[in-house]
């Protein structure tokens, strides 16, 4: 199917393609962290945030080829060799399929989000590369077009091209991956009023070994239980019901495993719905934790409060309270 998807993009795209692009030489791109599986919806539910994001400067080259020239805020943990960088890689794929190989890219990227954080930070910097190749050849097709080539730069991160970072990623807002074969996503209303409290604790969990110690096989009790809820949260979106969401963020599959690798994961919880959370969840494989909140002050309560228990017990933590962000990436001016 996925070769079905590059084909049909080569055929529709190639055209619109001439020089000088988009009349562009250069174009900056932000694009937002994302926090994946929202409890209950493992690999097929994902939302974006405002804050925190990657930016990504892209310049036309006279050279074929992709180079990457500068990389900050990552301590230097990530390659610049284009054949090991999920943005430079993500983007290749993206040429091939348009037919335009010989276009020649250069890419600074600057991490402005912490990288194992749970917060879909390859994605974001993927995402923000893709759409920053985009805008310079003037591809005005929909950006949801660009997405498996961002489930590439997933596959390379993290070992399975899963689309609930990447998705919200480039398409903004509340999303719902139905089916990966075919690739099925779609976008979820959601409550405008509703915010979101993060707390990255500063704790190593990578996204690999997170994954490797979920069951293969669960019990159909259990497997009913999780259907039900995913049922509900979207019933929840879509009727602005902040309570049946609240209720439907329960997970008895995967949560109960993760849950062993965040310090204190119980008491954060604890805290959280104590003090006005709708709910309280592991973003992505973690360790970042997340609540739903119905506005922004109770956010800010919980994220500190939160914060001066990880202080407690030795542990640094990062904190970013946003609403959803319905935008996706963007351009900076």
Known sequence: MENEILMSEKKEASPEFSLPFGGRESVRVFAPATV???VCGFDVL??????????????LTDKPGITISKITGDDGRLPLNPEKNTVSVSVQHYLNSIGRPDIGFDIEL?????????????????VAGLFAAKTLLGDESDAAKL??????????????????????????GFVLIRSYEPLDVIRLPHPKELYCAIVFPDVDVPTREA????????????????????????????????DLMGRSMQDVLIEPV??????????????????GA?????????????????????????TRKIQQHLDK?????????????DAGPRVLE
């Open 278 to 302: 709708v709910s309280f969840g592991i973003s992505g494989s973690g360790p970042s934790v997340f609540s739903f909140t119905r506005d922004e002050q109770t956010a800010h309560t919980i």
């Open 46 to 59: 994902g939302f974006a945030v405002e804050a925190p994001g990657d930016e990504v400067i892209m310049r």
């Open 211 to 242: 994954r490797q110690i979920i069951r293969n096989k669960v019990l159909l009790k259990d497997a009913v239980t999780q259907w039900g809820n995913i049922a509900g949260l979207v019933s929840g979106l879509y009727t602005n019901d902040i």
């Open 147 to 172: 997405l498996p080539f961002a489930m590439k730069g997933e596959e390379m991160a993290c070992g399975h091209g899963h689309a609930d970072n990447v998705a919200p990623a480039l398409m903004g």
């Open 313 to 325: 017990i030795k542990i640094d933590s990062q904190a970013f309270v946003s609403p959803i962000n």
């Open 36 to 38: 994946a599986n929202v």
């Open 110 to 126: 600057h991490k402005k989000m912490p990288i194992g954080s749970g917060l879909g930070s390859s994605s974001a910097s993927t």
């Open 258 to 275: 993760r849950a062993m690798l965040i310090p204190d994961f119980y008491k954060l919880r604890e805290i959280a719905m104590e003090n």
